[in-house]
């Protein structure tokens, strides 16, 4: 019968038995799938296995310290810790174009692993790459028919040819919710395995203009209440994804005690669905909306006002770029 506890034990052996005492490594994006993925992994060889985080400075409030701690102290993981942010903002600096953004954050992206990678197999040689790919995600690829390519997705491939690895991917016949139970019962803190899913390209895409450190912090202080009183709502489960999206270059008139405040809009975006390939605006309590309101134009000085996306998928994407 399916267990998390029978999964555990024969992917072990597996990766075991694929493995042997070579060595092993692992992009963990702060995602579900390669937390569960990685931990699976070090599990089995323990030590063999090298975990590469890159910190390009897109990511909300307090996930990269919990990926830099907290995984870090339940897994016993090697960690290295690429903290790249300068660079990627001085080569996202003035721009604008969804596009554009996402071409140069995958590019940067491979380009930070690529050199990590380097660096390691020059001390240990590495010849294996651990995957987070799920069983939707292989379907999904396999697929004859194709899908219409709206957005350029950003994930870990195409390395170059000197850098060949042999592919561990513990989690390819496995949906969700049952990685969700593996990385339970590999000991993850719920904030880890209960995420919902969060685009490689970050906050990036959820700002509407040029992107800046400035920026970047408005949408991270707006985005950490409406997660914090979603949490503190229990409906956290019922909602697929909840991004909040600063339009950085709208401004509107406000008043705020005696005071006229011409500040930026945030966009609030809870989504339900099953799979991101259609999805519906979460019809979340008035009150829950109204509190996150409050709190984002109270606590966070740039923003003076806060709307609701009611819009479906289709014909709106989830995210906004
Ligand atoms: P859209 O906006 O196309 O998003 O409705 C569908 C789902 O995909 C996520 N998303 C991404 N995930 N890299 C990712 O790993 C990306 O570049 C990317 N773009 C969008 C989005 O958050 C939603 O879950």
Redesign the pocket.
């Known amino acids: 019968t399916w267990t998390p506890g029978n999964i555990i034990d024969d992917q072990v052996a597996r990766i075991r038995e694929q493995v042997g005492d070579r060595q092993v490594l692992c992009a963990l994006s702060g995602g579900v799938d390669s937390a569960v993925a990685a931990a699976l992994v070090q599990r089995a060889i323990g030590d063999q296995l090298t975990c590469v985080f890159v910190d390009h400075g897109l990511l909300r409030a307090g996930e990269a310290a919990q990926v830099e701690k907290d995984y870090v102290a339940v897994t016993n993981v090697r960690l290295v810790v690429k903290n790249v942010e300068e660079q990627f903002l001085s080569h996202l600096k003035g721009v604008e174009d969804p596009e554009q953004k996402?071409k140069i954050i995958g590019r940067e992206f491979i380009r930070t692993f690529e050199a990590a990678a380097r660096e390691l197999d020059a001390e240990r040689h590495i010849e294996f790459l651990v995957q987070g790919t799920l069983y939707p995600d292989v379907v999904e690829s396999g697929g004859g028919t194709g899908t219409a390519n709206?957005?350029s997705?950003?994930?870990v491939g195409g390395l170059p040819d000197d850098l060949q690895f042999a592919l561990i991917e513990p989690l390819r016949t496995l949906f969700k919710d049952e990685v969700r139970a593996i990385g339970k019962e590999l000991g993850l803190p719920d904030e880890i395995v209960q995420r919902h899913?969060?685009?490689?390209?970050g906050l990036a895409?959820r700002i509407i203009g040029a992107i800046d450190r400035e920026r970047l912090d408005i949408l991270r202080a707006a985005d950490l209440i409406a997660r914090e009183e979603l949490a503190a709502s229990g409906l956290d489960r019922e909602v697929w994804?909840f991004p909040v999206v600063l339009l950085a270059d709208v401004r509107s008139v406000g008043v705020q005690g005696d005071g006229r405040t011409y500040g930026h809009p945030v966009v609030l975006r809870p989504v339900s669905s099953e799979d991101?390939m259609t999805a519906d605006w979460s019809r979340l309590p008035y009150d829950l909306i109204a509190k996150i309101s409050n709190r984002i134009t109270n606590e966070v000085r740039e923003v003076n006002r806060v709307v609701l996306d009611v819009t479906s998928?289709p014909p709106g994407?989830?995210?906004w770029e």
């Not at 899913?197 to 390209?201: D, I, L, Q, R, T």
């Open positions: 996402r709206i957005k997705h950003h994930n899913p969060f685009p490689g390209p895409i994804q991101a998928k994407t989830i995210e």
